[in-house]
């Protein structure tokens, strides 16, 4: 979906490295998330944001933190990458206030990260 | 702990025929189902959204049931066409709470 963008769109770094992966949306949505995919394993929630002072850990958060810069802007940084980091990472967008579609979720391209 | 299984195994299916896929879950009681489609190298995108006191859904050559006593739900397509290969994920939400399952590959040959 072109209104959530992600950046980079393939990243290789090497253990130890410190990595950020950005995600920029136009959607107006107030709730952001990142999640991580690997084969077999589907999308696991590693943090979710429900407004800018919101920060909530999701099911896998060990060895990641995010900073919400302002509603359009959630960032995911690893702060010591270690192989088994190595995945596909998704940032989605859902909006509050929709009685239709509750979470309903909008995802970007994603990231390819790999970690040597 | 909750739990959400889909069909492991890739499913290939004749062109024109239903695909069928499953969806099961224990250990939650969602408020919504949703079916998402995903391609290879890309996200997600939202396909179809049933709420618990709904049982069947449908969207163009797309449906829907929920079974909340069996705690399952099939997602039809029919007509299949080549197009339709992807993989297909359900995810279950309730409040701010939403989990997916790892998908299902269907593969529609010509």
């Known amino acids: 979906d072109a209104d959530v963008t992600q950046t980079p769109r393939n990243r290789i770094t090497k253990t130890g490295k410190r990595i950020m992966l950005e995600c920029s949306q136009t959607?107006?949505?107030?709730?952001m998330y990142w999640y991580r995919q690997d084969p077999g394993l589907g999308l696991r929630l590693i943090y979710y944001s429900f407004d800018v002072k919101d920060i909530n850990k999701g099911e896998i958060s060990d060895g990641y933190s995010v900073s919400r810069q302002a509603q359009a802007k959630f960032s995911l940084s690893l702060e010591s990458a270690i192989p088994n980091q190595t995945a596909l990472y998704f940032c989605a967008t859902s909006d509050s206030g929709t009685r239709l579609r509750p979470d309903t979720q909008y995802f970007g391209p994603g990231t390819r990260l790999t970690v040597l | 702990s909750q739990k959400i299984e889909q069909n492991s195994e890739a499913l290939n299916i004749q062109e024109g025929k239903t695909a069928t896929l499953t969806c099961n879950y224990t250990n939650y009681s969602p408020a919504y189902l949703q079916w998402y489609r995903q391609d290879p190298g890309r996200g997600p995108v939202f396909l179809l959204l049933?709420?618990?006191?709904?049982k069947e859904k449908r969207k163009e050559r797309l449906k829907v049931t929920f079974d909340t006593t069996l705690k399952q739900s099939l997602f039809h397509i029919t007509a299949s066409q080549p197009a339709d290969s992807a993989t297909y994920l359900c995810?279950?939400?309730?409040?701010?709470?939403?989990?997916f399952g790892s998908g299902t590959r269907l593969s529609i040959r010509p």
């Open positions: 049933i709420r618990e006191n709904e």
């Open positions: 995810a279950l939400s309730s409040a701010s709470k939403i989990i």
């Open positions: 959607k107006g949505h107030d709730r």
